[in-house]
C-alpha cells in the first residue's frame, strides 16, 4: 500500500513540475533562438503568479468535490492546453505562448492544492510523510529537469508542435492513471461531515482564515517558512556569479553549478526521507541547520581568494555541492515539518492550510533571491554574505529554540513510525 502512495504521489509532483522546467530552462533558450527580446523573455516570469496566488482558491478546492475530480479535471486541462500549444507558432504568436503558460500555471497551481491535500490525508506517521515529501521534492525536481532539458532535445529535433503533443500524451495518460488510482477509494469518506457547513465557509473567508492561524504550531510555522532560506539563497544566487567573475568560465558553471549541484541536491532530498524514516526530525533539523551554518562559514571564506588555481575551482566545487546537498536535505524536513503541522488542522481546511504554508515559503525565497543582487552591488561581495552568513545562522538559533522550548520540543523524541 505505502508503494501504492509513492508511485501516486511521485507522478503527479513530477507532471507538476513539468511548467516550471518549460518556463525556467526550455522556452527562455528557445525564444531568444527565436528572435524575442530580453525583455519579452524576462516577461514570461510575472505568469508564475498563480502560484503566489493560490491560496486564495485553496478553500474551493478543500471544500467542494473530490481530490480525485480535481486532480483529473486539472490534469485533462493541462493535456488539452498542450493540444492547443502545439497549434501555436512561437515565432510570431508570443502573446498565444504567454496564454499557454498563464494557462498552465494556474492548471498546475490547483493540481498542486489538490494533490497536496491527497499527501496529507495519505501519509501516516514520521516515515511515511519523510518518504512522501522525499517524493515530492526529488519528483518535482525531475520533472522540472525533464522539461528543461530532455524536451530541449525533443524540441531541436522533432520542433514546437510535436513537443507538445507529446506532453498532451504525457498529461493525458496521467489523467486516467489518477481516476482509476485505488488509492483515493477511500476518498468519499473524508469528505462526509463537510457539507453546507463547508460550502458555506467557503463563501465566508474570515472564518476560514480565523481556522487556520488557530491550528497549533501555525505561527511559528509561518516565520519559519518565511525566513529559513534567506541566507542561503542569497547565497545560492550570488556565489556562483562570483564564480563566474573570477575562476570559471560559463560553460564550466553550467556543467557544476547546473548538472552537478542538481544532483547532489536530488541526492540531499532523497537521503532526507530515509532519515526521517530512522530520526526524529527534531534532531535532524537541529543538526542540518547546523551543518548548513558551516557550510555557509566555508563557502564565505572563499570570497578572499581572486587569483584563480585548480584548488581554488576544486574547493568552489566542494562548496557548491555541499551546499546544495545541505540545502535538498533541508527541503525536504522542511516539506514534512510542514505536513506534520497541516495534519493537526481540520480535513476541510488541510489543504489550504498547506497551500498557504507553501506560498509564503515561495515568498520568502523568491523576494529575498530578487534583493540578493542589490545588497551585493552596493556592500560587494564580502559584506552581503555576511549578512547572509547572519541570516543563516539566525535561522538555525530560531530552530534550535524551537527543539529545546518551542513546537518542535516534542518531534525532538518523537521516533519515527
Request: hydrophobic share 50%; proline share 3%.
Amino acid at each position: 500500500m505505502m508503494n501504492d502512495k509513492l508511485v501516486f504521489l511521485g507522478l503527479l509532483y513530477f507532471i507538476q513540475g513539468i511548467p516550471y522546467g518549460l518556463q525556467s530552462s526550455l522556452l527562455p533558450v528557445y525564444l531568444r533562438g527565436a528572435g524575442h527580446s530580453l525583455t519579452r523573455i524576462s516577461f514570461t516570469k510575472i505568469l508564475y503568479f498563480p502560484w503566489v496566488l493560490k491560496v486564495l482558491w485553496a478553500p474551493l478546492v478543500d471544500r467542494t468535490g473530490t481530490k480525485r475530480c480535481w486532480l483529473v479535471g486539472t490534469v485533462a486541462g493541462l493535456a488539452l492546453t498542450c493540444l492547443v500549444s502545439a497549434t501555436i507558432s512561437p515565432d510570431v504568436q508570443y502573446m498565444g505562448v504567454a496564454g499557454s503558460l498563464l494557462a498552465m500555471n494556474v492548471l498546475a497551481s490547483v493540481q498542486d492544492i489538490a494533490v497536496d491535500g491527497a499527501a496529507v490525508r495519505l501519509l501516516k506517521g514520521q516515515g511515511e510523510l519523510g518518504l512522501g515529501n522525499t517524493v515530492q521534492v526529488v519528483g518535482y525536481k525531475a520533472g522540472s529537469v525533464f522539461a528543461g532539458g530532455g524536451l530541449l532535445a525533443v524540441i531541436d529535433v522533432a520542433g514546437w508542435g510535436w513537443m507538445f503533443a507529446l506532453l498532451a500524451c504525457v498529461y493525458g495518460g496521467v489523467a486516467l492513471f489518477v481516476w482509476g488510482a485505488p488509492v483515493l477509494d477511500g476518498e468519499s469518506v473524508w469528505g462526509q461531515g463537510g457539507g453546507r457547513r463547508g460550502s458555506k465557509d467557503v463563501m465566508q473567508p474570515w472564518k476560514v482564515w480565523r481556522k487556520l492561524l488557530s491550528v497549533p504550531g501555525t505561527p511559528w510555522m509561518m516565520f519559519y517558512v518565511l525566513t529559513y532560506k534567506l541566507g542561503e539563497q542569497g547565497a545560492i544566487t550570488m556565489f556562483p556569479l562570483f564564480l563566474l567573475d573570477h575562476h570559471m568560465t560559463a560553460r564550466e558553471l553550467g556543467v557544476w553549478n547546473g548538472v552537478v549541484a542538481m544532483a547532489f541536491s536530488i541526492c540531499g532530498s532523497s537521503i532526507g526521507g530515509f532519515l526521517l524514516s530512522q530520526y526524529s526530525i527534531g534532531m535532524l533539523m537541529r543538526r542540518v541547520f547546523m551543518m548548513r551554518t558551516v557550510s555557509m562559514v566555508f563557502q564565505s571564506s572563499l570570497l578572499v581568494v581572486l587569483e584563480p588555481s585548480p584548488l581554488m575551482k576544486g574547493m568552489a566545487v566542494l562548496s557548491l555541492s555541499l551546499q546544495h546537498f545541505i540545502a535538498g536535505l533541508i527541503t525536504t524536513l522542511t516539506f514534512t515539518t510542514m505536513m506534520n503541522c497541516t495534519q493537526r488542522a481540520e480535513e476541510s481546511i488541510q489543504a489550504t492550510h498547506y497551500s498557504f504554508l507553501a506560498t509564503l515559503e515561495v515568498l520568502g525565497k523568491l523576494s529575498f533571491s530578487a534583493l540578493a543582487g542589490g545588497m551585493v552591488d552596493t556592500l560587494g561581495f564580502p559584506i552581503a554574505f555576511i549578512l547572509f552568513l547572519f541570516l543563516t545562522s539566525s535561522s538555525a538559533l530560531h530552530v534550535w529554540r524551537a527543539t529545546e522550548t518551542g513546537v518542535l520540543k516534542e518531534q525532538l523524541k518523537e521516533q519515527p513510525q
